[in-house]
């Protein structure tokens, strides 16, 4: 079965571009999340999307970055204006949603290398 | 405020060996804690979970024991094998379905 998928895998980009990057979930998956992992850091949280929920923006580190799942699939992550602290791998992950308890399993896909020059 | 800490970035371990790796938290309220691990240009791939209501739990060659009274969670892998040099993350899982990392530990063992 396939996999969480990121588009592109690489995209370089010059300072003040904006760019898009895509993720498709598991299908069936009614989480899912976007993260980022910049050089010799952790996984940083982004935003995160429930079933037809609004979506928690709480880890977006700024207003140029924005986030939208259609039709409870696939999602684009916006970042508006890129700066070079930008910079960073961007992960998307989905699961099932854990419901009343239970341990909530992400998938990962491979990522996108977002280099902004 | 990290409320996830790894305190190792790096291990290194002879092959055959026990690799401990360590994590902390700062939150008692987890319910939930997992350990990951990512392979180079890949996404990290679930590996083992516990509940906070339990204080250890095996599968196969990894135990992920939790402490809660010390708030340290740590994944044990015996006998290390070539195959397991990756970054290995923990995180914990409160209430909602987002995953709080920490910054990972790079694991390399030696043959």
């Known amino acids: 079965g396939a996999g969480v998928s990121q588009s592109p895998s690489n995209k370089v980009t010059e300072k003040g571009k904006d760019v898009e990057l895509r993720c498709d979930p598991i299908?069936?998956?009614?989480?899912l999340y976007w993260y980022r992992q910049s050089l010799g850091q952790g996984l940083e949280f982004l935003i995160y999307?429930?079933?037809?929920?609004?979506?928690?923006k709480s880890g977006l580190p700024s207003d140029r970055f924005s986030a939208e799942r259609t039709g409870g699939s696939v999602s684009t992550l916006t970042i508006q204006r890129t700066q070079q602290e930008d910079s960073a791998v961007y992960l998307c992950a989905s699961s099932l949603s854990r419901g009343l308890a239970g341990v909530n399993e992400q998938f990962f896909g491979p990522g996108t290398r977002l280099t902004v020059l | 405020d990290q409320q996830v800490k790894q305190n190792s970035p790096s291990l290194s371990v002879q092959e055959g060996r026990i690799s401990i790796l360590n994590c902390d938290y700062t939150n008692s309220m987890f319910d939930y804690f997992l350990w990951y691990k990512k392979y180079p240009a890949e996404g990290p791939t679930f590996l083992i979970s516990i509940s906070s209501i339990k204080d250890k739990n095996e599968d196969g060659r990894f135990t992920v024991f939790l402490n809660k009274s010390a708030k340290h969670l740590s994944l044990h892998i015996v006998p290390s094998q070539p195959g397991d040099s990756a970054v290995y993350f923990c995180a914990v899982n409160f209430g909602n379905e987002k995953l709080t990392f920490g910054t990972g530990t790079r694991l390399t063992i030696i043959p």
């Open positions: 999307f429930q079933g037809n929920s609004a979506p928690d």
């Open positions: 299908s069936g998956h009614t989480a």
